[in-house]
């Protein structure tokens, strides 16, 4: 499960129309400019958090007793930890009343399928048709990333079995056999850093995927289709971080799945120089590399953000700085229920797999209406407009730091 804060929760803002008005700290010269993170109304992003009870500082000066702020924290704290302890045990009664289907079935059947899409894929590419070459295209297109984002997710939540061996080698095929990455790093980033600190700045505030040296049109439209050609190189760059026995295994894994790509579609496809296997290798593995990169920055950035010495216990963290997208038949077989509709439901239960992401996710959504906290919803159209219309404030600035205190 991912880190928690054992500090009280110290921060403080202002209800504004359903939405989180974060106030900036004051700054050093060394840091970075603020912006607001809140997304507009036109967003349509809901909010439920009318009932908020805001009070004040805890180092406000009319605080007289002296121990009074460390009881105030304490309370709230034990609070949000009465409330994440409820949840848990309501979603864990669904999750024991499952089958192993509904756990893990699901979503390895999914994963099978791809695998027996590809032969047929590799086929198509033979036709000199266009129509049954573009067959082709596409399902080695969404195969692709059925395998290198779905499974590579997965698989660093070790959701895809109960044996943590087996979740090691399911780990190591889908991110470094087929994604072309460091299994070790890519665990670490985004299970210990981005779920552990969401939206916590410096951490996991997803700024790994700001690129501020491009233009609005450039990184949404044009950037991601260079997105297969940076990870592996990406990779080979994070190889130093880890041990020489890990290196060398991801190297050879790495080579062998970029290989193997390239070997079927000389052989298998028929393609008969290898800059035009090149080249379809690189249509196939960017074929859905837009919504990859949309999805990545529309679920987290523009939200609240906060500091890593006051940050929310877990449910208001996950709840504040976390954003659900519509279902969406593509995505949802591309990428799983758990980046795309039921990404809040990821954060606060991580190792659950896409399909139990979905099962519990009318449970969570009426638990956090319920106790008035945020529930964040939009669709992809309006985060996309927002991204467009601010995106010198959201991906080029820095966020300022969201202080809430009270919160009820």
Not at 172 to 190: G, K, M, P, V
Request: net charge neutral; proline share 6%; aromatic share 10%.
């Amino acid at each position: 499960m991912p880190l928690e804060d054992g500090d009280p929760a110290r921060w403080r803002g202002q209800q504004v129309n359903g939405e989180v008005s974060g106030t900036p700290r004051s700054r050093g010269t060394g840091d970075t400019p603020s912006w607001g993170t809140p997304a507009p109304d036109s967003s349509r992003m809901e909010t439920v958090a009318e009932d908020w009870e805001l009070g004040p500082a805890l180092g406000d000066r009319d605080v007289t007793a002296e121990g009074k702020p460390q009881r105030v924290g304490q309370e709230m704290e034990k609070r949000e930890e009465a409330l994440m302890a409820e949840l848990s045990e309501l979603v864990q009664k669904v999750v024991k009343s499952s089958s192993w289907w509904e756990r893990h079935g699901v979503d390895i059947s999914i994963l099978a399928c791809s695998f027996l899409l590809l032969p047929a894929g590799f086929l198509c590419l033979r036709s000199a048709q266009a129509i049954p070459f573009l067959v082709g295209v596409l399902t080695l297109g969404v195969v692709h990333h059925t395998l290198t984002v779905k499974g590579s997710h997965l698989a660093s939540h070790n959701a895809l079995t109960e044996s943590k061996s087996w979740g090691k080698v399911w780990a190591i095929f889908f991110i470094e056999l087929c994604s072309a990455f460091t299994a070790e790093q890519a665990t670490y980033n985004h299970v210990k850093i981005h779920h552990g600190y969401t939206n916590v700045i410096g951490l996991g505030d997803s700024s790994t995927w700001k690129l501020p040296f491009l233009n609005r049109y450039v990184y949404m439209f044009i950037a991601p289709l260079a997105v297969p050609i940076i990870t592996p190189l990406v990779a080979l760059d994070l190889l130093r971080n880890v041990e020489w026995k890990a290196a060398l295994r991801t190297l050879c894994c790495m080579f062998l799945g970029l290989y193997c790509h390239y070997w079927l579609l000389l052989h298998l496809s028929g393609f008969q120089s290898p800059w035009s296997a090149l080249l379809c290798m690189l249509l196939t593995r960017s074929l859905l590399a837009h919504p990859y990169i949309h999805v990545n920055i529309f679920q987290h950035i523009g939200l609240p953000m906060f500091a890593a010495d006051r940050k929310p216990k877990r449910i208001h963290l996950m709840s504040l700085g976390v954003l659900n997208l519509p279902r969406n038949a593509l995505l949802d077989w591309s990428f799983g229920h758990s980046l795309i509709s039921c990404h809040v439901e990821h954060h606060l239960f991580p190792s659950l797999s896409d399909n139990m992401c979905l099962k519990i996710k009318p449970i969570v959504s009426r638990y956090l209406k319920q106790k008035k906290l945020p529930y964040n919803e939009d669709t992809y159209a309006s985060r996309l407009r927002l991204f467009l219309q601010r995106y010198e404030e959201l991906m080029v600035h820095a966020p300022p730091i969201t202080e809430l205190v009270g919160i009820q």
